[in-house]
């Protein structure tokens, strides 16, 4: 068996061999599922309104199961989390689980002419592709040791820029193949398998993901599970269980299940869960997140952490954990590290809740904005170029390109710009920025709404409209989205990283919930789901920007 590197080497000053399997990795993954995610409003349109729903109705299902999706994809990373860092070890919990989400493209281009077909492959996805997330970032974090962490920051630029590269030409082809099959040679005569084809070339694109990953096995750093074996076993099911007991089955069970049933399984699982981890515990006692928090109740109703801070002498500082009100008797039982790792956990959770509003906002460029193109004049003359005629999925094509201009615009002009007038870009700051940002994007698409209402059918405004609000929401992204990953990454400590990694995709995951049910409330139009959004929006900005003043950063490297 081959004998691989568990910790970086900290004399290594530059890229880690690893770094570029995962870049590769990385690129064909998103583009296989942003092709796949350009296409879904229009098509689960087309499959409702066929079923016998009126267009406007087709619309809001489509929007709901859209987002519905995206709610599990972000969901499911607790659990990859749990995984990886109880079980298996990120590496082989990433290669599994993309063989899941292989098949789920799988079923999508043999599938795609039935919701039930389409519900089936898009849960495979979310599993699959949900499962993975927080290992791949945490994964390209640990290959860094302290001889080139001044690189981290780097690496989740160039993260998020291959990310974005793959988005772009997916989101541009895969909407043209579904169209436009009488310009395909191989699909001239076989017009009727467009659909499928369409969702089975992400699948190719994830198979290649897959075995580029693969071939880095041999100098990655792997970093390995703790504990392992039958207690991470235990670990992996008892955290999986109490998971979907406080969020899974909260978050999706209302509506698709009846209350009765829900709350059964809700209650079901806690217990379960609950007794999981004390059999667990009688095996070996565990110095984890779980095992700190139950304790730290415990003591906390039984006024054990005031008893424990007593006990100390003068020497220890005012703001050791050791004198928290909370994790006091934990700091004593466990030691220091282990309750340092909840209490950053919770620190973090405390920022992260309010981001949720964000990515309520931001995944509309997949819906919302599809209905709204939908409605606008596609055809487009530009100053030297022949006319084009978009299609309503291609329009989102227009977020990735921005932000492969937009990282290095402000990487290396706009946050230095700030900073030499004596303002620091602090990742907080920057992220409450971008929040409010998002607010005047969604005013500004507000406003373009409020001109087709006004104009109807008959004097429709061009696409191109749009440019404005994708432009305003992807300098929003690229000041939330980047800053978040490289935020949870480097506050997390190195027993923590995956699970945090999972709580910053969960804020993911709720605001698509969130959009979920407001699109579905009576009387929701376009227009007021714009105001709303915006209002909300800058609320939660307001809110967010409060509580990052009083956040105070701690840095952990491997």
Known sequence: MAKFLTAPDPNETGWPKGVKYIIGNEGCERFSFYGMKSILQVHLTILFVAG??????????????????????????????????????????????????????????????????????????????????PCVSAHVGDQFGKGNWNLVGKVFQAFYFIINFGSFFATLLIPFIRSHPDRIWILRDY?????????????????????????????????????????GLLDSIGATLLFMGFIGLPLFGWGALSFSTNVVLTVSSVLIGLWVFEERQAIEQDDGFLAVMFHSVEALIKGENQKAIKSLNASVEADSIHRHWFFASAAKRFGEEAAEG???????????????????????????????????????????????????????????????????FNTFFLYPFITKRGWEMTPLRRMT?????????????????????????????????????????????????????????????????????????????LGNKLTAVVTKLPDMDLLTSFWDFAGLMAVAAILFGLRSAFYKYRYYTQ
């Open 52 to 133: 016998g729903m009126y267009k406007e109705l087709g619309e809001e299902n489509a929007q709901e199961m859209v987002h519905l999706f995206v709610a599990g994809v972000y969901a499911f990373p607790m659990i990859g989390a749990i995984i990886a860092d109880r079980l298996l070890g990120k590496y082989h919990t990433i290669l599994y689980l993309s063989m899941v989400y292989c098949l789920g493209h799988l079923v999508l281009s043999i599938a795609e002419n039935s919701i039930g077909g389409m519900a089936l492959g898009l849960g495979l996805i979310a599993i699959g592709s949900g499962g993975i997330k």
């Open 191 to 231: 017009p009727e398998y467009a659909t499928s084809v369409a969702f089975a070339i992400p699948g190719l694109l994830m198979f290649f993901a897959t075995i580029a990953f693969w071939m880095g096995r041999n100098v990655f750093v792997h970093v390995p599970p703790h504990p392992g074996g039958k207690v």
């Open 342 to 408: 909840p209490r950053a956990v919770l620190r973090i959770i405390s920022v992260f809740f309010l981001v949720s509003v964000f990515w309520a906002l931001f995944d509309q460029h997949a819906s919302s904005w599809v209905r709204q193109a939908q409605r606008m004049n596609l055809d487009v003359t530009l100053p030297g170029m022949p006319a084009l005629s978009l299609l309503p999925s291609q329009i989102s094509a227009l977020n990735p390109l921005m932000v492969m201009a937009l990282i290095p």
């Open 433 to 509: 920025i971008g929040m409010m940002t998002a607010s005047l994007a969604f005013v500004v698409v507000a406003m373009i709404q409020v001109r087709i209402n006004a104009g109807g059918e008959e004097n429709m405004i061009s696409v191109l409209w749009q440019f404005f609000p994708y432009l305003i929401m992807t300098q929003a992204e690229v000041m939330v989205s980047i800053t978040g990953l490289e935020f949870a990454y480097t506050q997390a400590p190195t027993r923590m990283k995956s699970t945090i990694m999972g709580f910053w995709l969960l804020s993911v995951s």
